[in-house]
């Protein structure tokens, strides 16, 4: 069964890093999938700024993030 720690992650822009956008996006879903197989997972996740694009229709990262919030 999985519970929830006390943690809150932010995400600022689309991805992580700061170098080719496509690689930054593909690192961020990968976390995302990672998240997932752990038994704790975080209370909260933030997206603002460029970040909320990750969010969007059509986004790589939208079906991990999906399968994250099931």
């Keep these: 069964m999985k519970t929830f720690n006390n943690t809150l992650i932010q995400i600022s822009q689309i991805g992580m890093g700061s170098g080719d956008e496509q690689l930054d996006i593909q690192l961020v879903t990968n976390y ?6 752990e038994n704790e997972l975080p209370y909260f996740i ?5 970040g909320v694009k990750l969010a969007c229709t059509g986004s790589p990262a939208l079906e991990s993030m999906q399968e994250l919030a099931n």
């Excluded at 995302?32 to 197989?37: A, P, S």
């Excluded at 933030?46 to 460029?50: A, F, I, P």
Aim: glycine share 18%; net charge positive; proline share 0%.
């Design 46 to 50: 933030v997206l603002y700024n460029g």
């Design 32 to 37: 995302f999938k990672l998240l997932g197989q």
